[in-house]
């Protein structure tokens, strides 16, 4: 009897710890003194085409210059639509033919963004990309670890209510997010799970889709119902988003949160859109660039650079300046 019980418990709390440890974690070492640097880049697989090569060519210059130790991709990662299979050509003609620097070399970690989901996603998440390009890590929701702050990459195109209408101009690949709802829910469950853990670093959250934007997009209405209240709960440091083709800071006047969308990799100049104004944008750029994140326990110097190199906005953030007093 007693062997059992003890069976019956065992299996209901693996199966309550795989429940609530459903985002895979990675760990990413820091820098001897502490501190970390990376880039962040959005929207780009063009197979080099509007400027997507020009503006590799500048993150490989200045990915050196800050010794980076990782890339953090805001998702549209292949256009127009992802990878058909593991053997797609676009992979290498996007991505690997197109980062050569040496100092590119490092992990870049990716999420998926609408354009990403017109493909075959189940290629684009698999395992043998990574036989390819080792640099490859691409998943749909995952948590990246290190000593000095967390990132909680979050798949944020199944929140969108239009990909889902029908009829549709396009195919979406949904299998593994349907039911809907039951992904949804799940998807935030772990992320409010995750998000509260008692922690003392940095809370970076990254997805593809705008929460605040004041560009082509603006707002995505879902992320701003659904996502935003738990980012704002948990005290998230930072918002890191592509999907509008632009360069862009929002400031949030109601928590320590800052709104920052880099999805300069390729095609802009789509224009701002006409409806929206929002007070708390601090800088925009409707242009090719990416964004630089240097950071130490206490200190983060983000920089954004346009297609030839140059510093278009420069903001030095400390830890705590936000936080509730
Ligand atoms: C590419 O960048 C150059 C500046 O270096 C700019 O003049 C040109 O319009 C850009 N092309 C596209 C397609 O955005
Ligand atoms: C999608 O990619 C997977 C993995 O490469 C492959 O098994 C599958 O046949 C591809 N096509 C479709 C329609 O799923």
């Given at each position: 009897m007693a062997m059992v019980n003890c069976t019956c418990l065992v299996s209901w709390l693996l199966c309550f710890v795989s429940v609530s440890a459903e985002f895979q974690r990675f760990e990413q070492p820091v820098k001897p003194d502490g501190s970390l640097s990376f880039l962040v880049v959005g929207d780009?697989?063009?197979?080099?085409s509007f400027n997507q090569t020009k503006v590799a060519h500048q993150m490989g210059r200045v990915a050196e210059e800050l010794n980076i130790d990782f890339v953090v991709s805001t998702g549209?990662?292949?256009?127009?639509?992802?990878?058909?299979?593991?053997?797609?050509p676009a992979f290498e003609e996007s991505f690997s033919d197109i980062?050569?620097?040496?100092?590119?070399?490092k992990q870049w970690y990716s999420v998926l963004g609408n354009h990403d989901y017109r493909g075959n996603v189940t290629a684009q998440l698999s395992q043998i990309l990574q036989k390819k390009d080792n640099r490859w890590l691409c998943q749909r929701s995952f948590i990246l670890s290190t000593e000095i702050a967390d990132f909680f990459f979050v798949?944020?195109?199944?929140?969108?209510?239009k990909y889902f209408?029908?009829?549709?101009p396009h195919k979406y690949d949904w299998r593994g997010v349907l039911p809907r709802k039951q992904y949804l829910k799940g998807l935030l469950e772990d992320l409010e799970l995750a998000l509260g853990e008692p922690s003392t670093k940095w809370k970076i959250v990254v997805g593809h889709?705008?929460?605040?934007?004041?560009?082509?997009?603006?707002?995505t209405e879902e992320l701003v119902k659904n996502l935003l209240p738990i980012l704002q709960a948990h005290e998230v440091n930072m918002y890191l988003n592509g999907h509008d083709h632009c360069l862009q800071h929002i400031e949030s006047t109601k928590s320590s949160l800052q709104f920052f969308t880099s999805g300069g990799g390729s095609k802009a100049w789509?224009?701002?859109?006409?409806?929206r104004t929002c007070e708390d944008n601090k800088f925009y750029y409707d242009g090719q660039g990416f964004m630089t994140l240097e950071l130490t326990r206490a200190e983060a110097k983000i920089r954004f650079y346009d297609v030839s190199g140059q510093v278009l906005y420069n903001l030095d953030l400390s830890k705590n300046q936000y936080s509730a007093m």
């Open positions: 780009w697989g063009r197979k080099g549209d990662n292949f256009y127009n639509d992802g990878l058909a299979s593991i053997s797609d980062y050569t620097a040496k100092s590119l070399e798949d944020t195109t199944p929140f969108v209510d209408k029908k009829p549709s889709h705008t929460v605040r934007s004041i560009g082509y997009h603006g707002d789509k224009g701002k859109s006409p409806y």
